[in-house]
């Protein structure tokens, strides 16, 4: 079955995105001297996955339809607004967990749920996240878009693995049986 992963990156406070919705915050702290031999492997995790979940604000602001490596993906967006669908593009008004969930036991790759946060509550809420690959960049926003709201159900998870790259920790979590 296709899993629902998770990926996205975060402030040490636990901000996807900055009071603007801006994300030039996110890199690391020109110091490599304490990678990981291993490193996470974006394009690899990019291949495994067909389908890209995100909100409509996510959407409009990184312009993600027009990097190269997304070209052959299908893009689920969560909105609220009339917009028209493109070949590529289905934008979702209503219960987008449900329509995913029964994306999730066709045949396919995985579906990667990238953002923003009101979206991402969806999800949690639900409990229908398999994997949460979560970048953590070093730095402390202060203010801007929270990843988690305040109230959750417990979901455990067990660490798979994690690397370091330019300050940046990637963690990757799969849900706990």
């Known amino acids: ?3 629902i992963i998770l990926n996205l990156a975060i402030s040490i406070d636990g901000m996807i995105a900055d009071v603007d919705g801006g994300f030039s915050w996110i890199k690391g ?3 490599k001297s304490i990678d990981t031999i291993k490193q996470f492997d974006f394009s690899r995790f990019s291949n495994s996955c067909d389908t890209i979940v995100m909100g409509r604000k996510a959407y409009d602001d ?3 339809e027009n990097i190269e490596d997304f070209e052959n993906k299908m893009f689920y967006v969560a ?3 009339d917009r028209q669908d493109s070949e590529n593009v289905k934008f979702i008004k209503g219960d987008i967990v449900k329509l995913i969930v ?3 036991q066709l045949e396919g790759k995985n579906i990667w749920l990238f953002g923003g946060s009101g979206l991402t ?3 949690v809420q639900a409990n229908v996240i398999d994997e949460y690959i979560v970048g ?3 730095t402390i926003r202060g203010t801007g878009t929270k990843l988690f709201a305040d109230i959750y159900p417990v979901i455990d998870l067990d660490l798979k693995q994690f690397t370091v790259n330019d300050g940046i920790v990637i963690l990757e979590y799969v849900k706990r049986k």
């Open 136 to 138: 953590i960049i070093p």
């Open 121 to 123: 509550d969806a999800f």
């Open 1 to 3: 079955m296709r899993k």
């Open 62 to 64: 990184c312009g993600i």
């Open 79 to 81: 909105t609220t607004q």
């Open 29 to 31: 702290q020109d110091d």
């Open 102 to 104: 029964q994306l999730q």
